[in-house]
């Protein structure tokens, strides 16, 4: 490594963690990177949206209180149907999950450039590096809507391990663990600095800290005789604002969960033998992707030198004991798993801006599904699914497959790319299709594909026919599925319209919706207490002196840290 002396650009590139429950910043700085807190002056923004009761969007700490007062115009862990066709009515606005993303975003954006002091347009964002191709491209657009152009997307264990690479220049095999709020990501990786070489990346994009919150709130309801449809939405989601804190303290041996958000005060004892009952099944699922990443990698465990744990959800004991038991030893945890990935972001930022500190690091990494065409092989008609890109290949990467046409008189071939493990393609993904013409000859004519896939994820098809030697290239759309022009628009313009909730008032506003959330939360001599508060808060605010609103603030905030709300 070099002298890492050297000037900031105008624009820094932004490194970005969109995670599903928290997102950070990271920029680039003075050769090394540094993460950049928000107007609360944190670090971790809540990837939590509300629309609040004048219409204006809050995105963030007060957006995540509002979830248990306002759950009808609230929304979290939307990340988990990026790709989907979902959509969320907020009060008066409806929104897709990029949609939402792109307000994260934008307030991520504002907050770097309140820090930074200057306008900033790109950032390499990360994702599960099990994202599928359009669950990548909806991240993509989810940028561009909020006005960042995506320099790169890096795969999150991919991000995790150069910032660990960097930090303690080692030489060795690691396994990168990385259970986020709604995904699971093992990564297998080999450090010889300046290279950093990925193995093998394998995952499952609906397992993460969202499904043990939610499996607990299950058990918990069953046990009080709880339905959801009888619930208040309020009562649910402030039993789920409750469930959430109650697993981030439980500990390894259990705990008593206490609420009385429906006016009956409630207890629930739970040991580690029940904790280990509701949770096996997820605990299972983290099995077989491990396996899968050690065997592509060709690595049994005993053969891995380091193991690196990344997102919140390996913060539980009970997931800590699992990896300790597969592996037969300790994961390294001096690196904190909820910002390695944003600080990797930005190194990541740093090698394509080629600044001189890092610029000798070279990272390879794996496409990590299989690409591949639908075909009849073996005169199977229904569509056998046709591998060209072997899933952990390294990429970038170009791979060719010879074909046959069908039949004689055949006037046209269809290429229907997918991607996934299943052998027929109604169980994998439809990545594309399209047509390419075909001159008859009245003989069966043989074509080579050959696909092209690149560091960014984008694909490339070639088609060749080799009796004719007529040549046809296609590059994979990079917009949504189902998202033309005009739909792309609407967006952008309905975006542009909203009301957001002024970034020097959040504070403030903050601390309204916890003292809401409070107040909703408690009973008794504490909800007296707190009512007070709220009072004496909207009191100082309608004295608009900022010294005093400061310090009031700064007060209630450590109070309220105090009642651990
Ligand atoms: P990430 O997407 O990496 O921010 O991970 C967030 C997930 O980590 C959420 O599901 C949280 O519930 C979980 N999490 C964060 N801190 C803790 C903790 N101390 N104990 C258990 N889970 C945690």
Redo the contacts with the bound molecule.
């Keep these: 490594m070099q002298d890492a002396s050297f000037s900031t650009p105008a624009a820094p590139l932004l490194g970005i963690d969109l995670?599903?429950?928290?997102s950070l910043i990271a920029v680039w700085q003075q050769g090394e990177a540094r993460l950049i807190a928000n107007a609360l002056g944190e670090v971790?923004t809540p990837s939590v949206v509300s629309v609040d009761d004048d219409g204006s969007i809050l995105v963030g700490q007060a957006a995540r209180a509002r979830l248990a007062t306002h759950p009808e115009r609230t929304v979290a862990a939307f990340k988990r149907f990026m790709g989907s066709d979902k959509q969320y009515v907020l009060g008066e606005h409806r929104f897709s999950p990029e949609e939402l993303s792109a307000l994260v975003l934008g307030a991520l954006k504002q907050d770097a450039e309140a820090y930074l002091g200057c306008p900033v347009s790109e950032a390499v964002i990360s994702v599960p590096a099990y994202f599928s191709d359009e669950q990548r491209k909806r991240t993509v657009f989810a940028a561009e809507l909020a006005g960042l152009k995506v320099q790169r997307l890096i795969n999150e264990p991919t991000a995790a391990a150069m910032a660990y690479g960097l930090h303690e220049q080692k030489c060795e095999r690691t396994l990168v663990f990385d259970?986020?709020?709604?995904t699971f990501d093992v990564t297998v990786l080999e450090y010889a600095l300046p290279l950093i070489e990925v193995h093998a990346s394998t995952g499952d994009n609906y397992l993460?800290?969202?499904d043990?919150?939610e499996a607990l709130l299950q058990a918990c309801m069953r046990d009080w005789g709880l339905k959801p449809e009888t619930m208040q939405p309020q009562a649910l989601a402030s039993l789920s604002d409750a469930v959430?804190q109650f697993?981030?303290?439980?500990g390894e041996s259990g705990a008593t969960l206490r609420w009385s958000g429906d006016g009956e005060p409630r207890e629930w004892p739970v040991d580690e033998l029940k904790l280990q009952s509701i949770w096996a099944p997820l605990l299972a699922r983290v099995r077989a992707p491990i396996e899968q990443a050690l065997r592509d990698a060709r690595l049994s465990p005993r053969e891995l030198d380091s193991l690196v744990l990344?997102?919140?959800?390996t913060?539980?004991p009970q997931v800590q004991q699992l990896v300790a038991k597969l592996f037969g030893r300790l994961p390294y945890r001096h690196l904190d798993?909820?910002t390695i990935?944003a600080l990797g972001a930005a190194s990541q930022a740093a090698c394509k801006a080629r600044d001189a500190a890092i610029d000798e690091l070279i990272l390879t990494d794996v496409c990590p599904y299989t690409l591949g065409i639908a075909s009849s092989r073996g005169g199977d008609v229904t569509g056998a699914f046709s591998p060209i890109i072997e899933r952990n290949t390294i990429i970038p990467t170009s791979k060719v497959q010879r074909f046959y046409s069908t039949h004689a008189e055949q006037k046209e071939v269809r290429i229907a790319v997918y991607q996934g493990e299943r052998p027929w393609v109604r169980d994998n993904i439809l990545v594309d299709s399209f047509d390419v013409p075909l001159r008859p000859t009245g003989e069966i004519q043989s074509l080579d594909v050959r696909f092209s896939y690149d560091i960014n994820g984008l694909l490339e098809v070639d088609v060749t026919f080799i009796e004719s030697g007529q040549k046809h290239s296609h590059s994979i759309d990079r917009s949504p599925t189902g998202l033309d022009a005009d739909a792309r628009q609407a967006s952008e313009q309905r975006l542009a319209k909203l009301k957001i909730h002024p970034r020097d008032t959040l504070p403030n506003r903050t601390l309204l919706a916890r003292l809401e959330r409070a107040w909703m939360q408690s009973l008794g001599d504490e909800r007296e207490l707190i009512s007070s508060w709220l009072d004496a808060f909207n009191q100082v605010l309608a004295g608009q002196q900022a010294t005093d609103i400061n310090r009031e603030r700064q007060a209630l905030s450590r109070a309220l840290d105090d009642l651990r709300y």
């Design positions: 995670g599903t429950t928290n971790l259970l986020g709020g709604g993460g800290g969202e043990f919150t959430e697993k981030r303290e439980l990344v997102g919140g959800a913060r539980m798993p909820d990935v």
